[in-house]
């Protein structure tokens, strides 16, 4: 695991605090949690749109196939 370090302003750093005491989890843990739903984000989108495409356009390729 790689250990990354992030400066925040003092406002930020003590709204990060709040958020994830009211959530009953370390500011670390929202953080990773939060960075791990951001990056999976893009390839879950670029499937989503795969599946429409393919639903969409499936009696052409079909069509294109016979």
Do not use: C, D
């Amino acid at each position: 695991m790689t250990t990354i370090t992030v400066e925040l302003p003092k406002e930020r750093a003590q709204k990060l605090q709040e958020l994830a005491q009211t959530l009953g989890v370390s500011a670390e843990e929202l953080i990773r949690v939060s960075v791990e739903e951001l990056l999976a984000r893009p390839e879950e989108q670029f499937t989503k749109a795969v599946e429409h495409v393919l639903r969409k356009n499936s009696e052409l390729y079909k069509r294109l196939a016979a």
